[in-house]
C-alpha cells in the first residue's frame, strides 16, 4: 500500500487569515493521524505566510507517523530540519515569493550542491527526497547526488489527466521504472487528488509515498476532512 502524508499547510494559511489559533494546526495534525493518516508534510517557506518555523518545532511532539518537511535547502531551512530531525526532509527548488512549487530539480547542474546538502542531512539520521519532474536525465542525477527518494512532480500528469488524457502519464511511469532499477524510493505529489490519484497509484510501480494537501483540504470542506483521509487510504491500496 502506497503511504498518505498530508500537507496541512492549508490549514495553517486559514488560521493565519484571521490570526489566533482557529483551526488549531497541532489538533487537526493530530487529528489527520487518529483518522489513519500515515504521515503530516509541511513545507515552511522564508515569509512564513502559512507554516511558520515554530510550527515546525511544535509539530514534533505532535507527529507520531512519518514527519516530513519540504523546502528550499537555504541556511535557515537546514538549520531547522537540523533542529526538527523530522524523519524525511524533501528538497524543492522554490523561488522565493512562489505561490507554489513549479518544477523540479536539474540534478545535472545541481549536483554538487544537492549532494552536499544530502551528506549532511544523511549524517543526521534524516531520509531525504528530491523534487525531480518525470525526466529520465534528472532521476539519473538524483541518483548520483547519493539521495534516498526522489519525489516525482505531477502537476502536468494531473493537468493532462483532467483533460481526459491518460497518456499523461506515461513519462512518470517510465521515471518510475528507471527510479526501481536505480533502486530510488518514489514518492510523489502536486495537484493530485480523489479523481486522479487511484489511475496514478496504478501506473506507477514501487510508488511509496504520495503528499497531498490543497485538494485534500479542499474536498474536506464538502466531504469532512476524517472521511476524506480514508476515501484516499482506499484508493491507495
Not at 23 to 30: N, Q, R, S, Y
Not at 144 to 170: C, M, P, V, W
Request: charged content about 25%; glycine content about 8%; some cysteine.
Amino acid at each position: 500500500m502506497t503511504k498518505l502524508s498530508v500537507n496541512i499547510n492549508k490549514i495553517a494559511t486559514l488560521r493565519n487569515a484571521r490570526g489566533g489559533n482557529v483551526p488549531d494546526l497541532l489538533k487537526v495534525a493530530a487529528d489527520i493521524q487518529r483518522f489513519g493518516g500515515q504521515g503530516i508534510t509541511i513545507h515552511p517557506r522564508p515569509d512564513e505566510r502559512h507554516i511558520r518555523y515554530q510550527d515546525a518545532r511544535d509539530l514534533k511532539a505532535i507527529v507520531t507517523t512519518e514527519y516530513n518537511i519540504e523546502g528550499n535547502p537555504q541556511h535557515n531551512f537546514i538549520d531547522l530540519v537540523l533542529e526538527c530531525k523530522p524523519d524525511q526532509v524533501t528538497l524543492v527548488p522554490d523561488a522565493i515569493g512562489a505561490i507554489t512549487s513549479s518544477a523540479g530539480w536539474d540534478t545535472i547542474k545541481n549536483q554538487e550542491y544537492l549532494t552536499e546538502v544530502i551528506q549532511e542531512f544523511q549524517r543526521n539520521g534524516i531520509r531525504t527526497s528530491i523534487f525531480v519532474d518525470p525526466v529520465l536525465e534528472m532521476i539519473e542525477g538524483a541518483k548520483k547526488t547519493g539521495t534516498d527518494r526522489i519525489e516525482l512532480y505531477t502537476e502536468s500528469f494531473a493537468h493532462q489527466y483532467g483533460l481526459g488524457n491518460e497518456k499523461g502519464i506515461e513519462p512518470y511511469t517510465k521515471a518510475a521504472i528507471l527510479a526501481n532499477e536505480l533502486e530510488l524510493g518514489i514518492n510523489a505529489g502536486h495537484d493530485l487528488s480523489l479523481d486522479n490519484i487511484q489511475f496514478f497509484k496504478q501506473n506507477i510501480p514501487g510508488l511509496l509515498e504520495v503528499s497531498i494537501g490543497h485538494a485534500l483540504i479542499a474536498e474536506a470542506l464538502y466531504l469532512g476532512l476524517d472521511n476524506v483521509v480514508n476515501m484516499y487510504l482506499n484508493k491507495l491500496k
